[in-house]
Nanobody
Framework: QVQLVESGGGLVQAGGSLRLSCAAS????????MGWFRQAPGKEREFVAA????????????????YYADSVKGRFTISRDNAKNTVYLQMNSLKPEDTAVYYC????????????????WGQGTQVTVSS
């Protein structure tokens, strides 16, 4: 069982930056692929970014690989700190259309871009970007 707790959301003006954090419980954090998703009012939950798992024995070329939605590529950066059981989402050049509840998710396998493929979810943190 993995518990995820997001933090770092808030209100920011367009062009500004925020860094979201997701703290995970458990001793096997590095064995999980981690993802960020978001959901705006009236819309489906959508993929934002993901980072591959880094467990011992993983194929070397796969460790730490990152994936991004086209809408955030070049503006958002996902990273993980396995020593702190934490995954981050650095969001720069924010736009009003980035406004949503952002969710952290964990998958006990390789990273995916489909929300239904993830096993554990946090409660979400609100990000609001004003124009």
């Amino acid at each position: 069982q993995v518990q995820l707790v997001e933090s770092g959301g808030g209100l920011v003006q367009a062009g500004g930056s925020l860094r979201l954090s997701c703290a995970a419980s458990g001793r096997t954090f590095s064995s999980y692929a981690m993802g960020w998703f978001r959901q705006a009012p009236g819309k489906e939950r959508e993929f934002v970014a993901a980072v591959e798992r880094e467990f011992v024995g993983a194929i070397s070329w796969s460790r730490g690989n990152t994936y991004y939605a086209d809408s955030v590529k070049g503006r958002f950066t996902i990273s993980r700190d396995n020593a702190k059981n934490t995954v981050y989402l650095q969001m720069n050049s924010l736009k009003p259309e980035d406004t949503a509840v952002y969710y952290c998710a964990a998958r006990a396998n390789w990273a995916k871009v489909v929300a239904a493929e993830y096993d554990y979810w946090g409660q979400g943190t609100q990000v609001t970007v004003s124009s």
